[in-house]
């Protein structure tokens, strides 16, 4: 944590177990780093989780990995952007909701299961928006990010 901590990055992952997420506030205390505790993937759904051997759906299952991340003072979790109205209710405000599986309109939903449109994650509390493969994919990247930010500001859904 301290040797990623002086390289200037502002955000590092973690699985989100308690003992990890913990582990890694202590080691991050007294620095700028963020450390973010990763849920249920959004390529995942209630079968996956439940295959992977969990007792609960995915929304349980981020629930409770979203209290054990506040109780380990961390400072966010990584979760889909479906569950992050829930989140902020259990970890409050200080804390960051990164939400990855962002589809802009029209945009298909390759291997994610669990998407949304820009503009209604951020309505719905997320705080940063991962946004790969619609920009990379795109045959102009620029114009892609470009219509991304329109859309966040205008408030366009996913059909």
Same mark, same amino acid.
């Given at each position: 944590?301290?040797?990623?901590?002086?390289?200037?990055?502002?955000?590092?992952?973690?699985?989100?177990?308690p003992k990890t997420m913990q582990a890694a506030a202590?080691?991050?205390?007294?620095?700028?780093l963020c450390v973010l505790g990763v849920t249920v993937l959004t390529s995942m759904d209630d079968a996956d989780v439940k295959d992977a051997g969990y007792?609960?759906?995915?929304?349980?299952?981020? =629930?409770?990995?979203a209290q054990q +991340?506040?109780?380990?003072? *961390?400072?966010?979790?990584v979760t889909s952007p479906h569950e992050a109205e829930m989140v902020r209710t259990i970890i409050g405000h200080k804390m960051a909701i990164v939400t990855p599986g962002i589809r802009p309109a029209g945009s298909a939903m390759g291997d994610q299961k669990r998407v949304m449109a820009p503009a209604e994650a951020l309505a719905l509390?997320?705080?940063?928006?991962?946004?790969?493969?619609?920009?990379i =994919?795109?045959?102009?990247?620029? +114009?892609?990010?470009?219509? *991304?930010?329109?859309?966040m500001n205008s408030g366009t859904r996913l059909a």
């Open positions: 944590m301290a040797a990623i901590a002086e390289t200037g990055a502002t955000m590092l992952t973690v699985h989100a177990y202590k080691a991050a205390r007294g620095s700028d007792a609960r759906d995915a929304a349980g299952l981020v =629930a409770l990995q +991340a506040r109780d380990a003072g *961390i400072g966010g979790v509390g997320a705080t940063h928006l991962v946004v790969g493969r619609p920009i =994919a795109a045959p102009d990247p620029k +114009a892609a990010a470009e219509a *991304i930010l329109k859309e």
